[in-house]
């Protein structure tokens, strides 16, 4: 077993900003890959002013830059994009969300970065993508979340559409980056191709998550509409507050677990109804079944209502809040949050890797660190500009 990664000797340019790149990047470091992280000499990546911070010190930046090196470039200055032609050479992949034709206007198309490094692979990731009317309007995740349909779907019937109150359409379009990266590192390496462009929008990875909404709409002009925490496909499925004030949710995917749920709350009745046998069907009964569920869940305390659904191999969880989940025993035991230490703030807990795998594992090896913190070891360490060159750009605020 070895213990660098099953990306390791990979390394990635990260020229991306806020979420979905830097998590991508985040991610791919996590498994092994060198991860350069390229931000503006002067400010940064945004991230580093977003959110929390403890003394000073940007805690999501702490989260999101584990595992990169630092580097100040700015590759808007001819010298600046001169030094990264030199970094793309010892690369396999850069991860970019410039608006489409920076890099173009820049000098630093792929065209230019092939001929620099045939096997680079360019992951391009844009709020509508490097074509179409939309391409050149600022994309951010909200927006995704708005016209992908999700904020259509999402609240109560009365009320009104509703985003998310975190980056969900940016990490989506993580995941599906890191998926695209690995795959074109695999036809590269495995299959003999050469290098490729991979070109990622936010919307589209969010499309997908919502299921088979065009389908529907394409064959029953079917469009599906907000009904709060409830499902069109199966029923019952929401939250219920407990006795002691708290809350649980429960679902029931499978028709057996449904049939399980009711027997538990005192209506066995039910199941033998013909309506029942389908998620479809339950879920046009959704009102009845929720006050079964409702009624026998508000009569109880959580943990005796957890205790109960899981004695029954009923599917139940409680709805946490943070502390709670982070005390939670299984999460805990499993390693799910893990603990590191960090430069600025000592030990400190944050999400484990995402995977576990058997013979190449991933691992934190460090926490987001200060800007430009690696500068000199990438730029004078690595590509070998002199000391001299590197205190001329460090002047002119090319560098950091």
Known sequence: MTSFGPLHGIRVLDVSTIIAGPLACQILGDFGADVVKIEHPAVGDGLRSHGHAKDGVPLWWKMMARNKRTVGLYLGDPDGASVFLDL??????VVENFRPGKLEAWGLGYERLSEQ????????VTGFGQ?????????????????SGFAEITGE??????????GLADSIAAFAAVSAVTMALYHR?????????????ILEPLMTVLGPQPIWYDQLRYIQRRIGNGSV???????????????VAVSTSASSVAERVLRLVGHPEVVDEPWFRTGWGRAEHAVELDQYVGEWIGSRDREEVVAAFTEADAAVAPVYNVAELMGDVHVRE????AEVEDEDLGRVRMQNVLYRMSETPGSIRWTGRSLGADTDAVLGGELGISDERLQSLRERGVIA
């Open 334 to 337: 499993t390693g799910m949050i």
């Open 117 to 124: 490094n045939p096997g680079l692979i360019l992951a391009r």
């Open 131 to 147: 074509t179409g009317p939309y391409r050149d309007r600022p994309g951010f995740g909200t927006l995704a979340e708005a016209m």
């Open 157 to 166: 019937p009365d009320g009104p559409p509703t985003l998310p109150p975190f």
């Open 233 to 247: 496909n199966n029923a019952p499925r929401n939250t219920y507050r407990t006795k002691d004030g708290r809350w």
């Open 88 to 93: 793309v050479s010892t690369a396999d992949v």
């Open 189 to 201: 390496e495995v299959a003999g191709g050469r290098g490729q462009v991979i070109d990622l929008n």
